[in-house]
């Protein structure tokens, strides 16, 4: 006798409409020409690389993008620093520019308050994709953190900006805020997150609570997925964190449970389908 779950896929959740953008784009191209150079991971969600590798994307990185001449490359939605375009029209690289429009009008944010000689604070993860192309505009001298602890015992500018990277929850910034002007600093915070993901945050708590157990589908490199899945597990303690249907457990489900699916912004809709076919086969 199988398990007989009652699995319910969130309709909210699946790829933000930078990835959509960028990986139509991509799609494209690739139809055209069969091939495509992709600067970095297109979303960090390894089965959709994959699935777009096997149509001929070819992922490279930035210490590799020098010795390209005259082919087309994509800046996935996350964007790219200067140096980036720089190195492309030396070397007579077509860029297929798919940079989110979130990003990339924080990205001209950044390079005013830069140009104006503000000093810039960037609330974001360490090395992410999006924090070094923000990074970029201010010739790399912002300041990024991605825990307001880092920055005790530091000494900081009587006045600055603050900035953050979009995929961030709104409610730790306006935290984050709070406790800096509270320490007496004068800062100037620009709230730039994605209204599509913050509200995600809202939205997937209420989704999390209806179900037994969640499941929250998420490549673990996708920084959002991490947020995301705190949420569910704050909401509901039963949420587990899988990448692909390989890592679900049986014996975490009970028969007759209901089930919620979730995942990432990065995460494609059929890989959810994907766990949620191999739940109903328990």
């Known amino acids: 006798m199988g398990y007989n779950l009652q699995v319910t896929i969130d309709k909210d959740s699946g790829f933000c409409f930078g990835v959509v953008y960028a990986i139509d784009m991509a799609e494209e191209i690739l139809e055209q020409d069969g091939y495509l ?38 800046i996935r ?13 030396e070397n007579n690289i077509t860029l297929i ?17 830069y140009d104006q000689q503000e000093k810039i604070f960037i609330y974001g993860k360490h090395g992410h994709a999006e924090v070094i192309g923000l990074q970029g505009q201010t010739n790399g001298e912002a300041v990024v953190f991605q825990d307001i602890a880092e920055l005790d015992g530091v000494e ?33 915070a620009n709230d730039t997150i994605c209204r599509q993901v913050s509200n995600r945050y809202e939205d997937l708590g209420a989704f999390a609570v209806r179900f037994d157990k969640v499941v929250f589908v998420s490549g673990k ?34 028969p007759g449970e209901t089930v919620g699916v979730c995942g990432a912004t990065s995460t494609p809709m059929w890989l959810m389908e994907q766990v949620k076919a191999t739940l109903e086969g328990f």
């Open 97 to 113: 520019d798919a940079s989110c429009p979130v990003v990339l009008k924080l990205q001209n944010r950044v390079k005013t308050s």
């Open 221 to 254: 490199k996708s920084s959002n997925g991490r947020v995301l899945y705190d949420v569910c597990l704050r909401s509901n303690p039963n949420s587990y964190f899988v990448s692909d249907p390989s890592e679900l457990r049986r014996e975490n489900f009970r």
């Open 156 to 188: 900081l500018p009587n006045s600055f900006t603050l900035y953050s990277q979009t995929t961030k929850s709104v409610d730790k910034f306006y935290a984050i805020k709070d406790e800096l002007l509270s320490r007496g600093y004068d800062v100037k």
């Open 77 to 89: 939605a996350h964007g790219e620093a200067p140096d980036t375009y720089r190195i492309a029209l």
């Open 37 to 74: 150079y992709c600067l970095g991971d297109i979303v960090h969600n390894d089965e959709e690389v994959a699935r777009l590798k096997a149509k001929g994307l070819r992922i490279i990185g930035h210490d590799q993008l020098p010795a390209l001449k005259n082919e087309k490359v994509l």
